[in-house]
């Protein structure tokens, strides 16, 4: 379920003293002068420069969250700011589809840590509804049945209590970890030290299968030295039951209104080249050949399109930011959309026909929502959100035995926006399998509906009240995201920390300061990176990262020239 974060009993590591605390300190000394984003400053700045020299023009190439936010506040200071697109939107990888007839998040689901969240703060302010979840699980073994409900939850809470340790022993241990270990390893020697059975110990391992649906890939591939950094936000997951669409526009208002965005232009190049007076210029070229001159660039194209070489860099990047692109991995996550006439799953007071008056064009309540879990009858009575399908034997087509997760957007704790589908997540090489099914198909098409409708068949047909003879257990829309055939998300989903082979890692220098050295970019030569990849370790993988970046990186474009005092 993109990034992970502990549960809201483990809100006491927020005064734990470590790595990402020290890092998000020193991230918001940096930025904490923006906060206050006052007319006061953006005059002072304006009235500094108008009698020596004229205002920067700076280039945001994307319009994602980062872009956006970073727009925001540039143009806050009289800053001129074009954005270049290469989509036709706005948004990024923060995207939503109406295809199913109502509107679903075709990426980021949920927001990750309630603690100081802007991107909850803009929930809040847009009346976006989410949805606190609860952890309640379904899980149906290898073979296909029901697991006992006691003893999936009594190993389940084993599973996520060694995750935690093995994030505690990462970000301990971090310099001593061998960067060949992974978080398989870890669990491998946990079991062997627990007290439980043989066949309990083969399902915990299938449980911390699971942990795929968060880090967008195999979680044998999970790197063990950085785990820590998979961390997130205190405070639990929220899941957006109204989408992250109204949050998309709100981050926008300020770019939108006051910032030149050029919409389908899509960037090949950027050179950076000695100006007038010494001053350093950054040429930016486009696909359809038209070069544009900035003072300063600001990329925030995801970490895909900078490890393939998008766009090109004039002269090339240094060492230092190539081995930090290179050594930080992509995850493969995806996710497929299943809805049908109605919830079969759920039980019989469930099962009315979903309702078209919570769709996009009239979804907000009259007040901002956090929906809470504070009906325990109401929510036992409903299927857990979460199923689990562990390592499937049944499966003909799943070759590596994946895990299959879902989530149940009938439940309850997402009224008023509950409806009767499923939502399913993939990564990986199986998520590439699935991909590679409907690579070539319109979404529209027979052909596209089928082949992810025979694939998810094996899985939806375990569900409690699967009968072949009810219509209402055949789907009537299927939606699938197709993030590693997206040029522009970078062939993939988020960042994430995963085991490099012997001769894919280069220096010796940590991943937490290759990021480091990527957030810094290039300013003396007029060029800057943000996004989720560059984002306070805390955030990393994020929206909420993504916002913070593109803030940060503002700061900093002011700071450079001389438009900002320094903080005492």
């Known amino acids: 379920m993109e990034r992970s974060s502990r549960s809201d009993q483990n809100g006491d590591q927020a005064n734990k003293v470590g790595r990402m605390q020290a890092d998000l300190v020193k991230f918001f000394d940096d930025v904490k ?250 040429l930016v070229t486009t696909e359809s050949g038209k070069s544009f001159d900035f003072d300063d660039v600001v990329v925030t194209v995801p970490i895909g399109c900078l490890k393939r070489g998008l766009p090109r860099f004039s002269p090339p990047l240094p060492s230092r930011i190539t081995r930090a692109i290179k050594n930080t991995s992509y995850s493969r996550l995806e996710k497929i959309y299943i809805t049908f006439p109605r919830a079969f799953w759920e039980p019989k007071r469930k099962t009315t026909p979903y309702s078209h008056s919570a769709s996009p064009d009239n979804h907000m309540p009259p007040t901002a929502s956090i929906t809470t879990i504070d009906e325990p009858a109401k929510f036992r009575e409903s299927f857990p959100i979460f199923a689990h399908f562990l390592a499937p034997l049944y499966s003909l087509q799943n070759y590596e035995r994946q895990n299959i997760e879902l989530v149940s957007l009938s439940s309850p704790t997402l009224e008023p926006y509950s409806q009767p589908s499923l939502l399913f997540y993939t990564y990986g090489s199986l998520g590439t399998q699935i991909i590679s099914l409907i690579s070539s198909l319109t979404t529209d098409s027979p052909e596209y509906f089928s082949a992810l409708n025979d694939f998810f068949l094996t899985y939806y047909s375990r569900l409690p009240n699967y009968d072949t003879t009810r219509s209402d257990c055949y789907p009537i829309g299927i939606l699938a995201s197709n993030w590693q055939s997206d040029k522009m998300a970078g062939w993939g989903s988020y960042t994430n920390f995963s085991l490099k082979d012997n001769d894919d890692t280069e220096g010796n220098e940590s991943l937490e300061e290759e990021v480091l050295e990527l957030r810094n970019g290039l300013p003396e030569n007029g060029i800057w990176f943000a996004g989720e990849h560059v984002a306070p370790l805390v955030a990393l993988g994020t929206v909420t990262g993504a916002y913070w970046s593109g803030q940060w990186v503002a700061k900093k474009i002011l700071k450079h020239h001389d438009l900002v005092q320094e903080d005492h």
């Open 33 to 282: 002068s923006t906060r206050n984003e006052a007319s006061v400053q953006s005059q002072n700045t304006t009235s500094a420069w108008r009698s020596s020299k004229q205002m920067p023009h700076v280039c945001i190439i994307g319009a994602g969250i980062a872009g956006l936010r970073c727009a925001d506040i540039l143009t806050q200071h009289n800053i001129k700011v074009t954005i270049l697109e290469g989509r036709d939107r706005i948004g990024g990888r923060v995207s939503q589809s109406n295809h199913l007839g109502h509107l679903v998040d075709m990426g980021p689901n949920w927001i990750h840590g309630t603690r100081d969240n802007p991107i909850l703060d803009r929930a809040r302010e847009t009346q976006t509804v989410v949805s606190h979840t609860g952890e309640r699980g379904y899980f149906v073994d290898e073979i296909g049945q029901a697991m006992q409900e006691d003893t999936a939850n009594r190993l389940s809470a084993f599973t996520w209590q060694v995750i935690t340790d093995a994030i505690d022993h990462s970000q301990e241990n971090c310099e001593r970890i061998a960067p060949t270990e992974s978080l398989k390893d870890f669990f491998d020697r946990k079991l062997i030290e627990s007290n439980l059975e043989l066949d309990e110990r083969n399902i915990v391992l299938q449980m911390a299968m699971t942990l795929g649906s968060f880090t967008g890939d195999t979680w044998e591939r999970q790197s063990l030295k950085n785990f820590w950094l998979e961390e997130c936000l205190d405070g639990g997951n929220l899941y957006v039951a109204s989408t992250h669409h109204s949050i998309v526009e709100r981050i926008a208002q300020g770019a939108l209104s006051h910032a030149h965005i050029q919409f389908s232009t899509k960037v090949i190049s950027v050179e950076a080249c000695g100006g007038s007076s010494g001053i350093t210029n950054v």
